[in-house]
């Protein structure tokens, strides 16, 4: 099973050079510690930057610069401050070109659920259904089941939707899925994890191809 | 032509009851404190807050929250205030959660001129509902109105006498955008200087769309999130 930082890890392996990308909180912003150092990724936080830097030295906080999860950071030689109008501008246009983020749910059409639990938790989509609805490639990392053992990669997502058919690629702690007209399709196992044991973890359809490799690290 | 007036207290001494606000600022970043301070202090009751957040439970929107006088919230994403959360819950509380971009959007058409956008954040969602939709090229989309605010309220870094602002960093984000959006618009700003003092080239907002501008002062600048990595 994958914990958080391996599956931050995956997904940094889809990660092209030049590539403008927005990450979301949680699993999502880890993956900015895996960029490999050849390569040149742009980070782009929703709030108003592009070219997000690391977090600051202790007492170097800036209260002024901040990321989309309120979180102190720094930019870097290139960097550029803008509205959110326009920060949201480039992202409907479609130039960001990767777009991570968490799920609560992911349905096997590519829907997404991650803002809401009636009754529970209303903190707001935030940016997110702008993104979803955008984003021209879209990931989610995301844990494979509830605490309870429930599978969250659905036939249909039972909580109020984010975005309709936009998720493309899935990594989970169990294995990574692509979203297709097959549904997912398992195509890496996590170490140590097989077959059955994501079959029967996900409720959605699953399409096995003959041959699934394991993960490496 | 001088649009300075004295303090916070002097700039909304015609906010009334049941008005429409926006206030500027993502998270506690870049939020018009003094402004805040000054509704508080004043207590206008019934008021319908534009804000992407809604502060935390002890500073920012928080403060107006606690004292029960905000009737309706439109923001996009309000996780870090517990006393929201239970407002909200508890039905005390009108929330309108929109989408981040759908919120910076139907701002800057008002600064615009234009009575509605059509985005296709939300479309098959909940916020979809009761919207009129289109297609274009092949994909849905919602429209989605110009607001209508009787005062933004915002923070710059800079502005000089004639109401034109420049802002710094990521303070920036929703506030040069409710600034062309409010029926009046206040800014309360770090250094405020003589007009000519400022780069044309460097204004972020003309002053065309500020009413009244004064300098703020004590500034907090809370910081929400603390995250440093060792040296």
């Known amino acids: 099973m994958l914990n958080k930082e391996q599956i931050a890890q995956r997904i940094a392996r889809e990660l092209r050079n030049g590539m403008y990308v927005n990450l979301g909180i949680g699993i999502p912003t880890l993956v900015a510690n895996y960029v490999p150092e050849e390569m040149t990724i742009v980070l782009q936080s929703e709030n108003g930057l592009l070219g997000m830097g690391p977090f600051p030295f202790d007492g170097e906080e800036d209260p002024d610069l901040i990321n989309a999860g309120k979180q102190t950071i720094t930019t870097i030689p290139g960097s550029v401050f803008f509205d959110s109008a326009m920060s949201f501008g480039m992202i409907r246009a479609g130039k960001v070109d990767l777009t991570v983020l968490g799920a609560m749910e992911v349905a096997d059409n590519g829907d997404i659920a991650n803002w809401k639990i009636p009754g529970k938790m209303v903190k707001g989509m935030g940016g997110a259904m702008d993104l979803v609805a955008s984003a021209k490639n879209i990931i989610v990392a995301m844990q494979h089941c509830s605490r309870d053992g429930k599978s969250k990669l659905l036939s249909s997502c039972t909580l109020p939707i984010t975005g309709l058919g936009c998720v493309k690629k899935v990594v989970s702690d169990l294995g990574v899925f692509d979203i297709d007209h097959r549904g997912f399709v398992l195509l890496e196992r996590a170490p140590g994890i097989s077959v059955e044991t994501i079959v029967a973890s996900t409720e959605g359809r699953l399409f096995v191809p003959d041959e699934v490799p394991e993960m490496t690290f | ?231």
């Open chain 2, 1 to 231: 032509m001088n649009k300075v007036v004295a303090n916070a207290h002097a700039a909304i001494s015609d906010v009334q009851d049941g008005m429409t606000l926006m206030l500027g600022g993502f998270g506690l970043c870049g939020i018009p404190e003094n402004l805040i301070a000054a509704l508080v202090q004043k207590n206008v009751k019934n008021l319908t807050c534009i804000s992407n957040n809604a502060g935390v439970d002890d500073f920012g929107i928080g403060l107006m929250l606690q004292q029960r006088q905000v009737k309706k919230m439109i923001s996009s994403y309000v996780g870090e205030n517990a006393e929201f959360e239970r407002q909200l819950l508890s039905g005390e509380l009108e929330v309108e959660l929109i989408p981040q971009g759908t919120l910076a959007t139907r701002c800057m058409a008002a600064g615009y001129g234009m009575p509605a956008v059509f985005t296709p954040a939300g479309v098959g969602t909940e916020v979809a509902e009761g919207k009129e939709t289109r297609v274009f090229n092949g994909k849905t989309y919602l429209m989605e109105m110009a607001f209508e605010a009787d005062f933004a309220l915002v923070k710059a870094w800079k502005g000089d006498t004639q109401g034109n602002l420049i802002f710094r960093a990521t303070a920036r984000n929703f506030n040069p955008l409710m600034a062309m959006a409010g029926k009046t618009t206040i800014a309360e700003v770090e250094e405020l200087v003589p007009a000519g003092e400022l780069d044309p080239d460097a204004i972020h907002t003309p002053g065309i769309y500020v009413h009244r501008i004064f300098q703020g002062k004590d500034y907090e600048k809370r910081i929400e999130q603390r995250t440093v990595k060792p040296r």
